[in-house]
């Protein structure tokens, strides 16, 4: 689903543990695209937080992000499916649009 969601990321890089304000572009139930200000290798493990609910989900990076005239596109996965993360509805699995 495309949707604009404030998100706060919670990363270690090195000792400490860092925060960073983000947004995301695309949700689902297994994770987001997300826009943000800086480069994560990939496999680099976050905490994401949905700053609408306050719920907090661990994920990783998938693919080496993309630079883009809003920042860097940061495609993310949850360590496991979270129904209900981005505190929104979407049509039922295998419905498809115009039909029901």
């Known amino acids: 689903m495309v949707i604009r969601i ?3 990321l919670h990363f270690n890089l ?8 983000a947004r995301t572009v695309i949700v689902n139930d297994h994770g987001a695209l997300l826009i943000c ?9 976050l905490e994401v937080e949905n ?12 693919r080496v992000p993309r630079i883009t005239d809003l920042g860097f596109e940061v495609p993310i996965e949850f360590e496991s499916a979270a129904h209900g993360f ?4 979407s049509p039922p ?4 649009p115009g039909i029901g």
Do not use: A, D, M, Y
Not at 14 to 21: D, S, Y
Not at 37 to 45: A, H, K, L, Y
Not at 86 to 89: D, E, K, V
Not at 93 to 96: A, I, K, R, S, T
């Open 6 to 8: 404030p998100v706060r």
């Open 14 to 21: 090195g000792k400490k543990e860092e925060v960073l304000v």
């Open 37 to 45: 200000s800086r480069v994560f290798p990939v496999g680099t493990r």
């Open 51 to 62: 700053l609408r609910n306050h719920r907090r989900q661990f994920c990783r990076v998938l």
């Open 86 to 89: 981005w505190g929104i509805s």
């Open 93 to 96: 699995p295998g419905l498809e």
